[in-house]
């Protein structure tokens, strides 16, 4: 049986993080609900060790998020985080309460002291930073576990109980900002589950394309491909798989960035798939005419993307023997585990109307369990181009939604010019590595020029730029002014109809990193 880990989920904003941080470990993770797993389940699927994520609750009202104390008799390591931590000591008979006084709640980086003779911390510096998030303190530790972490305000950070193989850390270790965090959790996995390390890329690829062609058989296969990295690297790997039974369904929007189509054309070139590109710009561009509303342009690309899919589809003469391939990736599927909400989304119907989908033997979602970073490490494996894997994230509906106001066919070619600038200057001024996703907007904003000798009144451009892990909070990019300057000064000499630039200065939260 493969080794795995479970994350199991109380509402803590890191949950992903920690199956990532297990994964970068070589050991499987998956993230469940702490209220859709029960004990027995958890004995059935052998996991070698369970993580209790963190939670925004206190393990001391009614209605927070419990674990069943039967978790502790399976004989599985626990690792608790955070309220994970505080959960496992309640559940044990210790007390947790709310701090009495401010020194005890702990929030940002905290100098923190290990005992390095427990196996959590074995080989560590006894001293080190860690990442604290917490205003409930543990006033009383249960019976039979040590105190293996403090800091100045708290006695008790870390607790252990080592026969039983249990410990908790009021501290974040799978957040960078925790030094050694990295270290600790792969104590956790090598010195305390005592796993071998064997999940890799290569290995899941070649059991990925194994399964499925066995599964496939001599069936065929549709795919919707973006054209995103997620999509490209399920194409790349049922290509693998089964060659010349793949339909890859490209349909181009026309909000594309710059040679965007014919990149991920001629990236499929040298296997021997089926590729049908479908030049739907005139039937979206239609649709979008005179919509100046965001979420009205991201459901009108939605729905006309499954609507050309399915003309496709319906050309295709699907049988019962067939397939329907997506790129749903982990992220899609996890949802927060606190509250009642279902674990796993159906993605299924996304697409296709379900009338459509049942037509099909089977929908294939192979990437359903993958993180970002991994998808890339996959494609790469496959030998997909860098320039594909490594993309930074371009959303569904593209540039539809980076033209503020009504989207025009004049407006996508201003916009694709200036960003595509944007783009080659970024990437000639070695900034790559800051800048996490960059590009440019086209505003409904009109002002005065000078060029020549003449005056001007055209559009306004706004570049954006934005450093970060996860999407969910950014920081603007500080960007050199003198790149800056180059990509100012080349935009409005070469693209008509801009005469000025302006660059967003502002993070995530208070702005979104897109402007719709
Ligand atoms: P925001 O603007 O919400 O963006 O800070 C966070 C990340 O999500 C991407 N994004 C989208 N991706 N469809 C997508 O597939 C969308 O409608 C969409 N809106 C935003 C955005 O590019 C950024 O990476």
Redesign the pocket.
């Known amino acids: 049986m493969e080794e795995k880990i479970l994350v199991l989920d109380f509402g803590g904003q890191y949950n992903q993080l920690i199956a990532r941080r297990v994964r970068e470990q070589r050991v499987y993770a998956e993230i469940r609900a702490y209220n859709r797993i029960t004990p027995q389940e958890i004995q059935a699927a052998g996991y070698k060790g369970i993580i209790f994520t963190g939670g925004p609750n206190s393990v001391y009202l009614d209605d927070s998020p419990h674990v069943d104390p039967a978790v502790f008799k399976l004989g599985i390591p626990v690792l608790g985080i955070c309220y994970g931590c505080q959960l496992m000591a309640h559940t044990l008979g210790g007390l947790v309460t709310a701090a009495q006084d401010d020194s005890a709640r702990e929030y940002g980086k905290t100098e923190t002291c290990y005992d390095t003779s427990c196996a959590l911390f074995k080989g560590l510096p006894q001293q080190g930073i860690s990442w604290m998030s917490h205003g409930d303190y543990m006033a009383k530790v249960p019976e039979g576990f040590a105190l293996v972490g403090h800091t100045k305000a708290c006695p008790n950070v870390a607790i252990a109980d080592e026969k039983r193989g249990f410990y908790g850390v009021q501290f974040h270790p799978e957040v960078n900002h925790t030094q050694y965090g990295a270290d600790m959790i792969r104590n956790f996995l090598y010195e305390v589950c005592h796993v071998k390390g064997e999940w890799t890329m290569d290995d899941f690829c070649q059991r990925t394309v194994t399964q499925l062609r066995q599964k496939i058989g001599q069936g065929r296969v549709l795919l919707a491909l973006s054209g995103?990295v997620d999509s490209s690297v399920l194409a790349a790997l049922l290509a693998e798989a089964v060659g010349d039974q793949l339909t890859a369904v490209f349909v181009d929007h026309g909000c594309m960035r710059k040679n965007e189509g014919d990149e991920v054309e001629s990236a499929f070139a040298k296997w021997n798939i089926h590729f049908v590109r479908v030049n739907a710009q005139e039937r979206f561009l239609n649709k979008l005419k005179g919509v100046t509303d965001p979420q009205a342009k991201?459901r009108i690309i939605?729905a006309e993307f499954g609507y050309v899919f399915l003309d496709e589809a319906l050309k295709f003469g699907i049988t019962k023997e067939d397939f329907f391939a997506q790129g749903t990736i982990y992220p899609d599927v996890i949802e927060s585990g606190a509250g009642d909400a279902d674990v796993i989304k159906s993605h299924h119907n996304k697409l296709l109307p379900k009338e459509v989908v049942e037509q099909f033997q089977e929908v294939l979602e192979p990437l359903d369990h993958l993180f970002k970073d991994e998808i890339r490490q996959l494609g790469r494996e496959l030998g997909l181009p860098e320039y594909l894997v490594s993309r930074?994230?371009?959303?569904?509906?593209g540039l539809a939604?980076r033209i503020l106001g009504d989207v025009t066919r004049e407006k996508l070619d201003i916009l694709r010019e200036a960003d595509a600038i944007f783009r080659e200057e970024i990437a000639n001024s070695g900034c790559t590595d800051i800048c996490s996703?960059y590009?440019a907007v086209l505003t409904n904003a009109k002002s005065v020029g000078v060029m020549g000798d003449g005056r001007t009144y055209e559009n306004t451009l706004v570049l954006r730029s934005?450093t970060t892990d996860d999407?969910?909070t950014?920081e603007w990019t500080r960007i050199p002014y003198d790149v800056l300057d180059r990509v100012s000064v080349r935009i409005v000499n070469e693209v008509p109809h801009i005469n000025r630039i302006v660059y967003d200065i502002t993070s995530?939260p208070p702005?979104?990193?897109?402007?719709?």
């Open positions: 995103g991201r939605g930074q994230p371009f959303p569904g509906p939604i996703q590009f934005v999407f969910m950014a995530k702005a979104t990193v897109e402007w719709e």
